[in-house]
């Protein structure tokens, strides 16, 4: 079945670092990827998106690219503030008939010190 | 401003209690769902629905159930038949079929 693996936490940084936090997925046809963030207490927002192969999702400086020949969108940022501390979810979402259902990834919580 | 509301944000209950989360969206979105988080562990699909009077199970479903009489409206009951019920619910909704979800604010129940 379609799965996602993303990189154990916790990942614990100082501010202005670069981050990657590496997620892979397993999935037949050619499922849709997302990068979820979840602060403290609260629900999941989308971050980025991404559709097809080669496509790049970014926002708020994170950027994550689909690499359909290594089942990959790991997602990276230049440089952390101490407001990207966090619980980040790979996910995907395949179409068709199977599309209503979303597998996450077990999340990877990052710490950035000031 | 669109959105999913929840509530409460935090529920008490003792065991062998039924109780029922609520969950409210007023995005339009067709399909909604229930999930479930436990510390440090990722969402796991209680139930969804893709379109009012209409519900599958998800990945967890027993001692859960849903309703879904209307579109902005997707009921959780945590049944006594849970037998571990102290979680984070989530719900979230989205339209069309593969686009992103919108996640509610959660609901924290703990029952002792």
């Known amino acids: 079945g379609d799965s996602v693996t993303q990189m154990e936490g916790p990942v614990t940084l100082s501010e202005e670092a670069f981050l990657t936090i590496n997620c892979t997925y397993t999935a037949t046809g050619y499922p849709s990827l997302f990068w979820y963030v979840q602060y403290p207490g609260e629900g999941l927002q989308l971050l980025l998106k991404a559709t097809k192969a080669d496509d790049k999702g970014s926002n708020k400086g994170f950027e994550a690219t689909y690499r359909k020949e290594t089942t990959s969108f790991h997602l990276e940022k230049g440089s952390v503030q101490v407001s990207d501390s966090a619980v980040y979810f790979c996910a995907l979402r395949r179409g068709g008939t199977g599309g209503f259902k979303t597998i996450f990834g077990a999340g990877t919580r990052l710490f950035v010190k000031a | 401003d669109g959105g999913i509301t929840q509530s409460p944000k935090y529920l008490f209950r003792k065991e062998g209690q039924n109780v029922t989360l609520s969950c409210e969206q007023n995005?339009?979105?067709?399909?909604m769902y229930w999930y479930r988080q436990d510390p440090g562990q990722g969402l796991r699909l209680i139930y969804y629905s893709q379109i009012v009077n209409d519900f599958q199970k998800g990945d967890i479903a027993e001692g859960y159930s849903v309703s879904r009489e209307k579109k902005e409206s997707f009921p959780l009951t945590v049944t006594s038949a849970q037998k571990n019920p102290t979680a984070f619910y989530l719900c979230?909704?989205?339209?069309?079929?593969?686009?992103?979800?919108?996640f509610g604010p959660g609901t924290r129940l703990t029952v002792t």
């Open positions: 979230a909704s989205s339209n069309p079929a593969g686009s992103e979800q919108y």
């Open positions: 995005l339009n979105h067709d399909a």
